[in-house]
């Protein structure tokens, strides 16, 4: 039962080479609506009743089982399977496709019963049972049993034509084990990669007597104060979820037949709605072991709708695996009470969804729970089950999925921005925001907001993405932890013709985490022609003479670089008494490309016209950015390669616009459209065109 963490990071990388030659068979043929739908927590049976509701809402898809463990295996090795086959002939019988979802995420009580260990040793102590994912996901207990509730599952259903995939666990992150296992094994791994002399120094455990001079007393790492330390052992963390998906996903490959494939539902970080970058999860490495990516997006609507998380989330996704299509495997329907979607939302957010490449729009959940955690976490039912406003505006989307189908699924799309994003810099950077005031996301999303605003295709690249030059631009927010290697690249990357902007601490320290003794900012500075030595916290700053002409809103908030040029233009001085012969934003040509740095947090009107100078500076603004939000349009090339250009109002009032684009057909409605004339969108309004060729 007992296996070390080295044997299995070895097993896991050759499970993902094995897994990922066999995962070229699946294709997805049609578009997906679905729902996820628990039996087990109906108040009385009404299987068929749903069914019937399903098909008149155009549902083909159902996603069932992932967090029933203690329902499938009641007692220790006693199974009962009876929810899972009755969904499955119904389904199947009704022609909907079925997702199985292992149930590793919420432990049953008698698994913690019979071995406490299996809950998590956290920074506050162990879990106590109650809540989901609260448990040691790398535990030999739960490693075993979880292993033998998804193998006896898939013996029993492996051969259901029903199924179409699987999904392993659920919103998988580490939950911040950090127990006496998870110490010695991460000293293993610190081992494999350091000397005490090489660790010491790289480091800097020196400060405060931090020093390790024999391996046995290395200390927890739960009390650290050392920056380089802790975010050595987040990287840690995030590598275990990592091997336990491609653990999972081994195991259900066994099983799955060569058209079925396996997804897991990643989600973003959370600030009431998925917002930004995950901290507890390295994306772009737990997605080489799936077939398909998949994700959760929730967010605002009603007046707060944007659609940026959607597209955010969506962007991630599709770039997880390299531009392929993508599963929304769960967005909200009436979720929250705030979330109730207006008349005609709920279909802008499905279509909006397609839009950024999804191929499945699944709402969590089908209906309402009657007790529990979630009781007011609504799905697409209210409680009493009758059909309402979201449910009825439901059966439209599913109307004309069924009809659009060939015409939207597949859709391929091909960017020419990039947003770099790093982990790694991600938990450095938030290591200190009791100095910089802010954290890594803060700074992050309004640079990918401005983009969207401005209908800029955007893809996602991490540091592991070696080639860049299919990018003209790339947007760098707050790289504040990277290799030398990477920021050469950056820096070639300029001199070879493309442009990139950088926010405030970019290149600021190495990978350990250890601040550049150079001239800061490091390395970018051959690109970015600039120094500085000094920063500080903005009151009353703005810009000197409003530059980028936004009025009230040319303010500086929380953090500011004192920079000075050395061979940068400068674009914005600061306005202030003391810091006005200090640069805020500089641009500098550097080889055939151009390098823009910005030193401060500004407000977001200010940053979204600094990015619409880069966005022009880039030659990248065409007729497309001359649509501005709350118009939002995106396009990509369909399976029988023509162009599906959508347009999107993400707003309560009707817009009139000038069509800018080529001659098209309007799917939904079947009206032409000529380039310049006019048309309309209703209040939360979508046109998706089939644009004639050039």
């Known amino acids: 039962m007992k296996t070390t963490f080295k044997k299995i990071s070895l097993l896991v990388l050759f499970l993902v080479i094995t897994i990922n030659s066999s995962f070229a068979q699946y294709k997805q043929s049609e578009l997906l609506f679905g729902v996820a739908y628990y039996d087990e927590y109906m108040p009385y049976d009404r299987l068929d009743q749903d069914i019937k509701m399903m098909k008149e809402a155009g549902i083909n898809c159902v996603r069932i089982a992932e967090s029933t463990w203690s329902t499938v295996e009641p007692q220790d090795n006693v199974y009962d399977f009876k929810h899972i086959d009755r969904v499955l002939n119904a389904m199947y019988k009704a022609n909907i496709k079925v997702i199985i979802g292992t149930p590793t995420y919420a432990v049953p009580t008698w698994l913690v019963k019979k071995y406490p260990s299996v809950m998590a040793t956290t920074a506050k102590g162990q879990n106590q049972y109650g809540a989901r994912q609260k448990m040691d996901i790398t535990n030999e207990h739960f490693r075993f049993h979880a292993e033998r509730v998804i193998r006896k599952i898939m013996e029993h259903v492996k051969d259901h034509p029903a199924i179409i995939g699987y999904q392993v666990d659920n919103e998988t992150k580490h939950y911040n084990t950090a127990g006496d296992n998870i110490q010695k094994a991460f000293v293993a791994s610190i081992k494999e990669k350091f000397t005490l002399d090489s660790l010491n120094s790289a480091f800097g455990l020196d400060y405060w007597s931090n020093r390790i001079n024999n391996w046995d007393d290395f200390p927890s790492t739960v009390g650290t104060i050392n920056a380089s330390l802790s975010s050595e052992f987040s990287k840690f963390q995030r590598k275990l979820v990592t091997d336990f998906l491609a653990w999972q996903t081994a195991i259900i490959k066994e099983y799955a037949k060569p058209n079925q494939f396996v997804t897991h539902n990643f989600d973003l970080d959370w600030r009431g709605y998925s917002y930004g970058i995950q901290t507890d999860v390295n994306h772009f490495d737990a997605a080489k072991a799936l077939d398909v990516a998949g994700v959760d997006i929730y967010h605002p609507t009603q007046d707060h709708l944007t659609g940026i998380e959607i597209s955010f989330a969506g962007d991630l996704a599709r770039s997880m695996k390299g531009g392929k299509n993508y599963l929304v495997m769960e967005t909200e329907a009436q979720g929250f009470p705030q979330w109730v979607p207006y008349p005609g939302q709920l279909r802008l957010q499905a279509f909006s969804h397609l839009a950024s490449g999804a191929n499945m729009v699944a709402y969590w959940h089908w209906h309402s729970i009657h007790n529990s955690a979630e009781t007011y976490w609504k799905g697409l039912l209210s409680h009493d089950f009758q059909p309402n406003p979201t449910y009825n505006e439901a059966k439209t989307i599913g109307k004309d999925f069924q009809k659009l189908s060939n015409k939207l699924v597949n859709l391929k799309k091909k960017n020419d921005v990039a947003l770099l994003f790093s982990n790694e810099a991600q938990t450095a950077f938030n290591n200190f925001e009791f100095v910089f005031n802010t954290k890594y996301n803060d700074v992050l999303r309004p640079y990918y907001d401005a983009l ?243």
């Open 452 to 694: 969207y605003k401005m209908n800029i295709g955007v893809d996602f690249i991490d540091p592991s993405v070696n080639d860049f030059s299919g990018y003209k631009l790339i947007v760098v927010p707050v790289l504040y932890a990277a290799p030398d290697e990477l920021l050469e690249r950056l820096n070639d990357f300029v001199a070879n013709g493309g442009h990139v902007v950088y926010s405030f601490q970019s290149g600021s320290s190495n990978e350990n985490v250890k601040v550049r003794s150079s001239i800061q900012p490091g390395i970018i500075n051959k690109a970015c022609g600039i120094t500085y030595s000094q920063f500080t916290v903005p009151e009353n700053v703005s810009l000197k003479d409003d530059p980028f002409h936004v009025g009230a809103e040319n303010k500086i908030h929380t953090f500011m670089e004192l920079i000075k040029p050395t061979t940068a233009k400068v674009l914005a001085y600061y306005d202030h008494p003391v810091w006005k012969e200090y640069a805020a934003i500089t641009e500098n040509k550097y080889g055939k490309g151009l390098a823009t740095y910005v030193g401060a947090m500004t407000s977001d009107k200010l940053l979204e016209a600094v990015m619409k100078d880069v966005v022009k500076k880039a030659g990248l603004w065409d007729v497309k950015q001359n649509l501005e939000f709350p118009i939002i349009t995106k396009d990509g090339i369909n399976a029988e390669g023509k162009t599906i250009r959508y347009i999107m109002n993400y707003s309560d009032k009707p817009v009139e616009i000038k069509y800018p684009f080529n001659n098209g057909i309007e799917l939904l409605t079947n009206q032409k459209y000529v380039n310049n004339e006019l048309i309309t969108l209703t209040s939360w309004g979508v046109k998706i065109i089939e644009m004639d060729k050039k």
